[in-house]
């Protein structure tokens, strides 16, 4: 069956690092667009980084711009979200999401915690 599962998440300091993956079982994944979300307390879920399925093209929210980084590995069927000079305000609840373009196929991970904290 099909399966997204998150991993990654944790406690972190101001301005460290965390690095998220997401591996896909039961899918084409090479064929799908790959999408971080994520949730914090009280507000909706936002898109944050999104890879096209080739890994060609990569769009990113703009308050995570220049800080995280998302990458995809069709041979392992892991995306990664590299998260760098954290802050607190990332905080959150990180979903992946798979969506095949132009269908209905349209997957999601469990989620995995972010905490940003001294």
């Known amino acids: 069956q099909v399966q997204l599962v998150e991993s990654g998440g944790g406690l972190v300091q101001p301005g460290g690092s965390l690095r998220l993956s997401c591996a896909a079982s039961g899918f084409a994944f090479s064929m799908y667009t790959m999408t971080w979300y994520r949730q914090a307390p009280g507000k909706e879920r936002e898109w944050v980084a999104r890879i096209t399925s080739s890994g060609s093209s990569t769009n990113y929210k703009n308050s995570v711009k220049g800080r995280f980084t998302i990458s995809k590995d069709n041979n392992k069927r892991t995306v990664y979200l590299e998260m760098t000079s954290l802050k607190p305000e990332d905080t959150a609840v990180y979903y992946c999401?798979?969506?095949?373009?132009?269908?209905?196929?349209?997957?999601w991970g469990q989620g995995t915690q972010v905490t940003v904290s001294s």
């Open positions: 999401n798979a969506k095949l373009p132009g269908t209905q196929n349209d997957y």
